[in-house]
């Protein structure tokens, strides 16, 4: 099945810096990769989504680049602010469809802290 | 967006007993539901997978007994956790996805519920 690694585990950053987040998956056959915010004790909350046939997806601060042929995927923060600390999770996903449809696998966490 | 309720949002129960997880796509038909568990400061770990009307589908070491989950209509899927064990509390996410509706392959994930077992 697929696997999904993610780093940092931790990363601090000085408020108006950038951070970037890495992760490296598995199976070739994954085509989805959504990143999520998650604050503590909350469910998740979808921040930005890429899709095999593209590179990279910019949304204001946030962009995701994605290159499939080294099968990895990387999230970038600008400008900073102190809201922007909690966990983000990066996941893959295959849309195959059938009975498995929108199957998630996640990284295991990057827990960002904006410093003021 | 699409909304996806989870209930309760927290729950404390006395070891032996019983409790049951409700996920519910206020508007949309969820043609699949997944249950993932989540320990802190640790990533969601997927439990099962549940399509409407047939039996749920069990990651590898995951419990079919102790977990049950039913997907009984397109809108509602439960997961009930039997004989429940302090080693059992954590938080459990449900997701819900669609095939149905242009965004198909974004999951919507309920609030969560706390379950502590004491």
């Known amino acids: 099945g697929e696997n999904v690694e993610q780093h940092p585990s931790t990363l601090s950053v000085q408020e108006g810096d950038s951070a970037v987040i890495k992760c490296t998956y598995s199976?070739?056959?994954?085509?989805?990769f959504p990143w999520y915010k998650q604050e503590l004790g909350k469910r998740p909350q979808l921040i930005i989504d890429?899709?095999?046939?593209?590179g990279e997806k910019k949304d204001q601060r946030i962009a995701v680049t994605l290159n499939k042929t080294a099968k990895h995927f990387s999230l970038h923060i600008t400008e900073t602010q102190p809201e922007d600390s909690a966990v983000y999770f990066c996941?893959?996903?295959?849309?195959?469809?059938?009975?498995?449809?929108?199957?998630?696998?996640f990284g295991q966490g990057t827990i960002l802290t904006v410093h003021p | 967006g699409a909304v996806v309720s989870q209930h309760p949002s927290w729950v404390i129960c006395k070891s032996g007993t019983s409790v049951k997880i409700e996920c519910r796509s206020l508007?949309?038909?969820?043609?699949?539901m997944f249950w993932y568990r989540q320990f802190p400061k640790q990533s969601l770990m997927l439990m099962a997978t549940?399509?409407?009307?047939?039996?749920?589908?069990?990651e590898q070491g995951v419990e079919k007994d102790k977990f049950l989950i039913n997907h009984a209509s397109l809108t509602l899927s439960t997961l009930t956790v039997t004989s429940a064990h302090p080693e059992d509390s954590s938080f459990y996410i449900c997701?819900?996805?669609?095939?149905?509706?242009?965004?198909?392959?974004?999951?919507?994930f309920g609030q969560g519920t706390r379950l502590t077992v004491v």
């Open positions: 997701s819900a996805t669609t095939s149905r509706t242009g965004r198909y392959t974004e999951a919507f």
């Open positions: 508007d949309f038909q969820a043609t699949t």
């Open positions: 199976d070739s056959a994954s085509n989805y």
């Open positions: 996941a893959a996903s295959t849309n195959a469809g059938g009975t498995s449809y929108g199957k998630l696998t």
């Open positions: 890429i899709r095999s046939n593209v």
């Open positions: 549940s399509n409407e009307g047939s039996k749920a589908t069990y």
